[in-house]
């Protein structure tokens, strides 16, 4: 079964661990520009974004807990709109070592009851182009495609 718990300050030191190397693997892949650069727009991004870490209010920062193994199998961080009762999911990450196991389409599920019971009608969120895996997760787990996110470089070298 999977629940989530709320992220603690040395949780979210490890999820930025995690997240700032990623997060600017994906600027690199997507946009690119060089990796010190994107690291330094990772952190850059993440430091506005969360200026109180898990605190940060209008930012929800959980733990994906694998209650029958009693341990964290991954991160998630949404944003709720209450007044348009939908949440915008910022970043959804299983740890390596439980993906493939439908640990992630179990973690969606369990957030889209949990969601619908608080009273929310949608979940958003924006997946990397080249990121086969996620959207394989996403579509599986009923999510469709409602656009595109596009991109040009102008001026600069």
């Known amino acids: ?18 997240f700032v190397p990623d997060y600017a693997a994906e600027i690199v892949s997507n946009f ?38 009693n341990q964290s199998i991954g991160y998630l961080w949404y944003r709720p709109d209450e007044a348009a009762q939908q949440v915008f999911i910022l970043d959804f990450y299983i740890f390596p070592a439980h993906r493939g196991k439908g640990q992630g389409k179990q973690a969606l599920t369990a957030l889209q009851a949990q969601l619908a019971t608080a009273g929310y009608r949608e979940i958003r969120l924006r997946v990397a182009a080249d990121n086969d895996s996620a959207r394989h997760v996403y579509e599986t787990s009923g999510f469709r495609v409602t656009g595109f996110n596009m991109a040009k470089q102008i001026g600069g070298s």
Do not use: W
């Open 32 to 69: 690119g520009c060089s990796e010190p650069d994107a690291v330094e727009r990772a952190k850059h991004e993440i430091s506005d974004m969360l200026p109180h870490g898990p605190q940060t209010p209008g930012q929800t920062l959980r733990c994906i807990v694998d209650t029958t193994l």
């Open 1 to 18: 079964m999977i629940d989530f718990a709320a992220m603690s300050e040395d949780d979210y030191r490890r999820y930025l661990n995690y």
